[in-house]
């Protein structure tokens, strides 16, 4: 469903994204790991189509991101770190937008808002102005935009970011939910996330991946919590004692 090669970018001197290659499939739900500035952000955007890589490809659900820019974004659902809204907007108007932007016919768009309203607990905003909107609300209505039109791939930057417990809670199993019919890679660097969510995890650090294991496997090869494997991952000292992928 989704096949990475040799992703780089770089800005000026600084390489963001040093050539991460990596796959995932339907029903896996991926964590992508790694510190601040590790990379995480920009390899989301270069797989959304929002920047394009200095060298290398990718393929969602069998179309190539460079060549085939449009057919991606119609496969692919994005949820991004900020998610910038329509503040003028209504709910509804603003997935109506979105739907338009997709190309859902106007039955297809009216049915689709209702249901991903309901999946995600917005329907009580739906007449609110975005700009009026709690975080949570907000970040609810960023998940619907990114799902609204069923696409078979998710890709979520830091879902839960700035929401309370009950509302992570809520968030993490529609993802799981989801996550039967669907392909998703979850960008964070909070290891509670992983452990409730992820089947899978890679870690990045400076642009390159140091991991790619199950939480589980990760635990019984490095032993320790994963907070404490992670802080090995990643720590300045550690760099000389990494270990390779492992897949």
């Known amino acids: 469903m989704l096949e990475v090669n040799g992703l780089r970018k770089a800005f000026g001197p600084i390489v963001a994204v040093g050539g991460v290659s990596f796959s995932a499939a339907t029903g896996e739900v991926l964590g992508f790991l790694g510190p601040n500035g590790a990379g995480k952000t920009t390899t989301m955007k270069m797989l959304s189509c929002f ?25 692919i659902g994005y949820l991004a770190e900020n998610a910038p809204a329509y503040e003028e ?37 739906m007449h609110q102005q975005v700009g009026t909107l709690s975080k949570g609300y907000r970040r609810r209505l960023g998940l619907a935009q990114a799902l609204v039109h069923d696409p078979p791939v998710l890709i979520l930057d830091e879902p839960t970011d700035g929401l309370d417990p009950n509302q992570k809670h809520d968030v993490r199993r529609l993802i799981k939910k989801l996550a039967k019919n669907k392909c998703i890679i979850v960008s964070t660097h909070i290891l509670e996330e992983v452990d409730a969510i992820c089947n899978r995890m890679i870690v990045i650090d400076r642009g390159k991946i140091k991991i790619d294991s199950t939480p589980d496997k990760l635990r019984e090869r490095m032993g320790g919590s994963l907070e404490s494997i992670f802080r090995k991952l990643t720590s300045d000292n550690g760099h000389a004692k990494r270990a390779g992928g492992e897949q």
């Not at 937008?97 to 689709?112: N, Q, T």
């Open 89 to 125: 907007m209504s709910c509804k108007g603003f997935l109506r937008f979105v739907c338009e932007a997709h190309g859902l016919e106007r039955r297809g768009a009216r049915a689709a808002i209702d249901k991903i309203s309901e999946t995600c607990a917005i329907t009580e905003v």
């Open 51 to 75: 920047l394009p890589p200095d060298s290398g490809t990718a393929k969602v659900a069998g179309c190539d991101i460079i060549e085939e820019p449009v057919e991606v974004r119609r496969n």
